[in-house]
């Protein structure tokens, strides 16, 4: 059985940073792509961030120049290193990997920009 967990929310100033995790643990025999999404109270659930398997890597224009995408594939993960966040980056973040042809999703990790 795979799982997808994602950590590392939390509340931050505004400019702060956070880094989020989503790890995949399980029964794994390739993992290609990872994306990021964010889902803020009454919106639609938005990309921020994708990356492949051989590391090419997607943002969204809100996020780009603050946000950075990596993976470590020997330990099946991918971190999103964010900066200078913002209050409209407050939202619960989701991470959804493509694991052996099937997508999975984490429960999510809420982060929450505020003074």
């Known amino acids: 059985q795979v799982q997808v967990v994602e950590s590392g929310g939390g509340l931050v100033q505004p400019g702060g940073s956070l880094r989020l995790s989503c790890a995949a643990s399980?029964?794994?025999?390739?993992?290609?792509?990872i994306t990021w999404y964010r889902q803020a109270p009454g919106q639609s659930r938005d990309l921020v961030a994708a990356?492949?398997?051989?590391?090419?890597?997607n943002y969204a224009d809100s996020v780009k120049g603050r946000f950075t995408i990596s993976r470590d594939n020997a330990k099946n993960t991918v971190y999103l290193q964010m900066n200078s966040l913002k209050p409209e980056d407050t939202a619960v973040y989701y991470c959804?990997?493509?694991?052996?042809?099937?997508?999975?999703w984490g429960q999510g990790t809420q982060v929450t920009v505020s003074s």
């Open positions: 990356i492949t398997r051989g590391g090419s890597t």
């Open positions: 399980g029964s794994i025999i390739s993992i290609n792509a």
């Open positions: 959804n990997a493509e694991i052996d042809g099937l997508y999975y």
